[in-house]
């Protein structure tokens, strides 16, 4: 089979690029004599990756003095855990916006270690919208404010960053990082499972403002203090060296495009193809509301269950593959994360267009 256009939410498509030269340097590094998989995270030459793939990171998201970047492992979901040990303490209180699933999960987690307040919430319309910033009901006294830039289940995007006054900002961007830049000053936190748009799972970067950390509440395990994993540069045990290695590669091509703003102009027309096609479907609805639309993750469905299951199948026959929606919101899902190349979705609103014109 040929390599299939992958609508996946994660793990999701690498640039073809870096899986090539992944594979070019598979068994033996740049005459190291050894796969990245082999080398020991002390040696001299994986130091190097670590450190060009850090330089690379801060570089593309213009990382600010004053911040550290992270190399973790744990997935996304433990830094719903990792965030309230390490930040509740300063007030004992934080509050969350509850806009999609992965958010309900992190607020539920926080909940364990502190008075949680839910400063907003999308479920009345079943996570379709996101909140206004005068629909926040902020905690002047919360430690921080969290909230997750991008729904991956339910394909809604934060268009605007929140505006908290002097309360930290913490931000889950696992779906949406890389695909626009971010004024990262504006946060206290920011952190990225690697599987959607930038490496292997296995990964998770978090990008901390270094006066956050060393206040974790005292039962921290030590594994889950950014202080720990500060102090000893993300190596306090061995980190993830093949995922940061692909994470250097994954890196390189973001720049080979225009960095984060070549992604943000790119991603944005792909989203848009998808969108304005569904918008002229007679079977087809979009699950997000206007003005929330996810560019990185587009919901829709169709009249039917039964056409839902018609469309995934003959669009998976055809090469479109993993456009089955999430168990929890059902109809469709073309996740189209960086990696999907402009031909992949040009390819698929041509195929939205046959399907609407012969069902
Ligand atoms: C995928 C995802 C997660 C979960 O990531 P894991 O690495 O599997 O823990 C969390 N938040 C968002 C926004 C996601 O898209």
Redo the contacts with the bound molecule.
Sequence with gaps: MDRVYNFS??PSMLPLEALERAGAEITNYQGSGMSVMEMSHRSKVFQKIFDDTQEKFRKALKVPEGYKVLFLQ?????QFSAVPLNLIGKTGRADYAVT?N?AK?AWKEAQKYGEISVAATSEDQNHTYIPAQSQLKLDPQASYFYY??????YGTEWQYVPETGEVPLVC????NILSRPVDVSRYGLIFA????NMAP?GL?VVIIKEELAGKELPYTPLMLGYKTMIDKDSMYNTPPCWCIYMLGLTLDWVESQGGVEGMERIKHGKAKLLYDVLDDAKLFTCAAQVGSRSDMNVTFRSVSEELDAKFVAEATAAGFTNLKGHRNVGGMRASVYNAMPVEGVEKLAEFIRKFDREN
């Design positions: 939410a994660g744990g997935g996304a979901s433990t999609g992965f999960l997750c830039a991008n729904n991956t289940i889950d961007m696992s779906s499972g690697a599987q959607k799972a998770t």
